[in-house]
């Protein structure tokens, strides 16, 4: 029996029926992130962002289970979600080539929706950081 081969251009992939195989549903996740990252300039910054923000929580040493786990939460919930804006912008390039007051919108609310979770993500972030940096600081003038 031959196998199928999993091709990204594959037509039948535009309606995929839902009985389709588990790795063919993994391997048309996998193809969407590897489409959000190499197609959307701002999943770069928050790619970069969340390196950074992961280096500099190692490089701290403070951050226990919880802390660890709530920056991990607040990064792939942005990432997550200009993933779906990602997706609303490709949709909408899909239905019309011209200007749609309707689908501006829709796009607006969907880049609005990345900043709310940026934002609190970013409150999140500060929230822990101060309270790291003030932990290690306390440590570090009480040993002295």
Wanted: hydrophobic content about 50%; proline content about 3%.
């Amino acid at each position: 029996m031959k196998r199928h081969q999993l091709q990204p251009d594959d037509p039948t992939r535009l309606f995929p029926s839902n009985n389709r195989p588990w790795r063919r549903k993994w391997f048309d996740a996998f193809h969407g992130l590897c489409q959000a990252t190499y197609r959307q300039s701002s999943f770069y910054v928050h790619f970069f962002a969340a390196v950074a923000v992961i280096a500099a929580a190692w490089f701290l040493g403070t951050f226990d289970t919880v802390r660890w786990a709530l920056l991990v939460l607040c990064i792939t919930m942005v990432i997550g979600c200009e993933m779906l804006n990602t997706s609303i912008e490709t949709l909408a390039k899909a239905i019309t080539s011209t200007h749609d007051p309707l689908v501006g919108r829709a796009l607006d609310i969907a880049g609005g929706a990345v900043l709310v979770f940026s934002f609190g993500a970013a409150v999140v972030g500060t929230i822990l950081f101060l309270e790291s940096l003030t932990l290690l600081f306390y440590s570090s003038t009480s040993t002295t």
